[in-house]
């Protein structure tokens, strides 16, 4: 006779030894089915949560611009002091990233979410009720900001762990999300300014960033996220004295902010410092596009349109350079074609600060639709191509920090020109010299690392040929010589 445990029941110890050891068993086994299920029927329910989710988060930035003039007239603020309003959530959307990792190690990309979903509502409910800048500052910029990207990271994180064979593919299927709310939050926006007036449409936009604590229920867990803790980080310091808060923070840092990788590798040295130079010009059309146009006299209809466009065109050319971009042909170019993309980008800024008509302006968007989709389509696996998989996220968070700050800058910096021109064209002029600027700096630096690397593995290959030659000419009777040992330390 045999007790619930599968032992008989004369032998306790066994028994007690077995109930024991199956919370482990449990897991094990769970693991396993989790992973079998990956690129399961609901991996798809999870893409479509993940395509909205992106959709909300980092769409909304894009129909800041349509309140520009209405925030300006209501605090009677200068264009510099408006512009802290997106700055602070572009920044806080990229920033709070290795905060948004911890979150999503300690409870799950599920409850991450979810809070970051409820933070958003918050903090554009409590917008509505600002009565200075400062406030909005602190409700719109901060709070939202960081809601939407506890939303954002923890979504992509957790379609990582659900698509492994189709991996790229639900990566360019997501990201169709983006494109679909840059096109349709203008048009929302515009049409509920109309009727409800800013502080109404705040309130509304606070109802409709709780959809993402829909998608995030959506997110089933995934047992693998329990691996990453052991295979992520570097091994512990040895033991030391305490030394309270400060080292703490210290491990913290260095678990998900790879300062040493921006020491010893010089490609993501490269990266970094040409996208966040380029960062400072490259959000300020999404921004001043609109007030542009309206300075230009263009129907504040028409001047929302102009951000519709660039989504609507994104829909289709993202994914197309996506597939572009992930062939094999162009796997050793893409540096290159990344540097293309930030290079054509500046150049289509000079196109819009030469005429502000409307036809001319559509021209434009669809023009900054293709540069802007082979950015997005690359940012991404270009980073993957010069940072070992394994130190990914690490360098992803550090990234991600660093652009940030990027990010808060570059608009009261073009505020600051605005007010002290009056000429909405010199921002576009602005943003064209970060983006060329950075652009050639990448693609030259990026030529002069591969011609580094190639005249390194040519004279290795040398030394090898020289080595095997000198085994052949010696014979077999020398095959330990010390030509072996140079070898392996070269």
């Known amino acids: 006779m045999e007790g619930e445990a599968g032992q008989p029941i004369g032998h306790p110890h066994r028994a007690a030894a077995t109930v024991a050891v199956r919370p482990w068993q449990r897991r094990q086994q769970r693991m396993p089915q989790a992973l079998e299920h990956a690129d399961g029927s609901w991996a798809w329910v999870v893409l479509l949560a993940t395509m909205v989710t992106q959709g909300l988060t980092l769409g909304f930035p894009t129909c800041i611009g349509i309140f520009f003039t209405e925030l300006q007239w209501e605090f009677q603020a200068s264009n510099s002091e408006t ?11 990229h920033m709070a990233g290795p905060l948004c990792s911890i979150l999503v190690g300690r409870f799950g990309c599920r409850v991450t979410t979810m809070l970051g979903g409820v933070l958003a509502s918050l903090g554009m409910v409590a917008s509505s009720f600002s009565r200075n800048l400062s406030q909005l500052y602190f409700t719109a910029g901060f709070i939202t900001g960081l809601g939407m990207c506890f939303s954002f990271q923890s979504s992509v994180t957790v379609l990582g762990f659900y698509f ?17 709310g840059i096109t349709l939050w ?10 409800l007036g800013w502080r109404g449409t705040f309130l509304v936009f606070g109802g409709v960033f709780l959809h993402c604590c829909i998608c995030g229920a959506i ?5 693998t996220s329990v691996a990453p803790e052991t295979k992520e980080y570097p091994p512990p310091p040895p033991e030391t004295p305490a030394l309270g808060c400060v080292a703490a923070c210290g491990r913290t840092i260095q678990r998900h902010l790879a300062f040493d990788i921006l020491r010893h590798n010089t490609g993501y040295c490269v990266y970094v410092l040409g996208v966040m130079w380029s960062l400072l010009g490259f959000p300020l059309p999404q921004v001043f596009l609109v007030p542009y146009a309206m300075w230009h006299r263009v129907d504040e209809q028409q001047a929302a349109l102009l951000i519709s466009i660039i989504g609507f065109s994104n829909i289709f050319l993202r994914p197309l350079a996506g597939l572009i971009a992930g062939r094999p042909a162009f796997a050793s170019h893409r540096k290159y074609l990344f540097s293309l993309a930030f290079l054509l980008n500046g150049l289509t800024n000079l196109v819009c600060a030469a005429s502000g008509d409307f036809w001319v302006l559509v021209g434009y968007c669809l023009v900054y639709s293709v540069s802007m989709s082979g950015i997005g389509a690359l940012i991404f696996q270009v980073l993957m191509d010069i940072v070992p998989m394994d130190q990914f996220p690490r360098a992803l968070g550090l990234f991600t920090v660093l652009d940030g700050f990027a990010f808060l800058i570059s608009p009261p910096l073009a505020g600051l020109l605005l007010d002290a021109t009056n000429n909405f064209s010199y921002v576009f002029f602005m943003s064209s010299f970060f ?11 990026f030529y002069a690392l591969q011609k580094k690397e190639q ?3 040519a004279v290795v290959a040398d030394t090898l040929e020289q080595d095997i030659f000198l085994e052949a000419k010696d014979g077999p009777g020398k095959q330990q010589s010390p030509v072996i040992m140079y070898v392996t330390s070269v």
Do not use: H, K, T
């Open 83 to 93: 512009s802290w309003i997106p700055s602070i959530l572009m920044a806080v959307l």
């Open 164 to 180: 492994v064979r189709r991996r790229v593919l639900a990566n360019a299927l997501a990201s169709m999300g983006v494109s679909l």
């Open 219 to 223: 997110m089933r867990p995934v047992a």
């Open 435 to 445: 983006l060329i600027s950075a652009a050639l700096f990448m693609g030259g630096s």
């Open 186 to 195: 203008p048009l929302l926006s515009r049409y509920l300014l109309e009727d």
């Open 455 to 457: 005249g390194e593995q």
